[in-house]
T-cell receptor
Framework: EPEVTQTPSHQVTQMGQEVILRCVPI?????FYWYRQILGQKVEFLVS????????KSEIFDDQFSVERPDGSNFTLKIRSTKLEDSAMYFC?????????????FGSGTRLTVV | AQKVTQAQTEISVVEKEDVTLDCVYE???????LFWYKQPPSGELVFLIR??????QNEISGRYSWNFQKSTSSFNFTITASQVVDSAVYFC????????????FGTGTSLTVIP
């Protein structure tokens, strides 16, 4: 079964450093997303991406965050200057269509620890 | 206001007991979709079920069953004859036709099945 692949599975970084979280969505999917889950809390929407541009973003997704699809397969989330409160599990997701009935396929997540 | 409420933060049951996880949602859309995801200790999000707002039929899949009631805006999840492997955090989520790009997750219910 097709999977969304995220790397690395765990990343530790120092506060103020830039991190790039990588995702390879399912190949025929057109809509891409990042979600965040702070430890013990609910999963929160960060951003959606379609046709090489952001289609929607949440209040969490401030100027420190950016997304990119640098080639035909990767979808990245960059945090420019990490803060302690950025420590969370970050999930990438993709779906084939934009309508709400399509279920997401989530990656297994990247656990980011900012120290 | 919370779009998805999972009032049960933690539940513990003894193996082979049945358990019901509650989910109450709030939306003004007439077309929407409800989902359940399982998050085992390893952290990934595992899709369990999708239900659209026009289909109130209950669904059974093995030991899992779902009770969707529009009258009470609830989408409850029952595990019959629970097993230790069912121990996980379970998230209910809502996707609306008018905001099809994002999921609204509940805060999750942590289920522990005691052998």
């Amino acid at each position: 079964e097709p999977e969304v692949t995220q790397t690395p599975s765990h990343q530790v970084t120092q506060m103020g450093q830039e991190v790039i979280l990588r995702c390879v969505p399912i190949s025929n999917h057109l809509y891409f997303y990042w979600y965040r889950q702070i430890l013990g809390q609910k999963v929160e929407f960060l951003v959606s991406f379609y046709n090489n541009e952001i289609s929607e973003k949440s209040e969490i997704f401030d100027d420190q965050f950016s997304v990119e699809r640098p080639d035909g397969s990767n979808f990245t989330l960059k945090i420019r200057s990490t803060k302690l409160e950025d420590s969370a599990m970050y999930f990438c997701a993709s779906k084939v269509g934009g309508a709400s009935n399509y279920g997401y396929t989530f990656g297994s997540g990247t656990r980011l620890t900012v120290v | 206001a919370q779009k998805v409420t999972q009032a049960q933060t933690e539940i513990s049951v003894v193996e082979k007991e049945d358990v019901t996880l509650d989910c109450v949602y709030e939306t003004r859309d007439t077309t929407y979709y409800l989902f359940w995801y399982k998050q085992p200790p390893s952290g990934e999000l595992v899709f369990l079920i999708r239900r659209n707002s026009f289909d109130e039929q209950n669904e059974i899949s093995g030991r899992y069953s779902w009770n969707f009631q529009k009258s009470t805006s609830s989408f409850n999840f029952t595990i019959t004859a629970s097993q230790v492997v069912d121990s996980a955090v379970y998230f209910c989520a809502l996707s609306e036709a008018n905001t099809g790009n994002q999921f609204y997750f509940g805060t999750g219910t942590s289920l522990t099945v005691i052998p």
